[in-house]
């Protein structure tokens, strides 16, 4: 994967390839954002989807003795546990 060092980006908040920088990895050769059609090909959302934000709280979840009435927690944990992981910038909006 190559990693996008585009500072300017107005994507940059939400893509992986910018928020997940590591060390040896290729970079593009310039920046792959189209300013015109405001796209990038190349862009990987550092979004957590709904079914990974689901399968986390569930985990979460048992690993608390399954509990009740506990699934706005546990989901709200997920989200912010998962947008901490894949290194989003912005303050993650609760789902």
């Not at 506990?70 to 912005?90: F, M, P, Q």
Request: with cysteine.
């Amino acid at each position: 994967m190559l990693y996008c060092y585009g500072d300017l980006c107005p994507l940059r908040a939400d893509c992986y390839r910018h928020t997940q920088p590591t060390p040896g990895r290729d970079r593009f050769a310039a920046l792959p954002y189209d300013a015109v059609s405001e796209t990038c090909n190349y862009f990987h959302s550092n979004e957590p989807t709904e079914a990974l934000i689901r399968e986390t709280a569930y985990y979460l979840w048992l690993r608390e003795g399954c509990p009740d009435n506990r699934a706005d927690e546990h989901w709200a944990e997920a989200y912010r546990n998962l947008c901490i992981s894949t290194g989003r910038v912005k303050p993650c909006k609760e789902m």
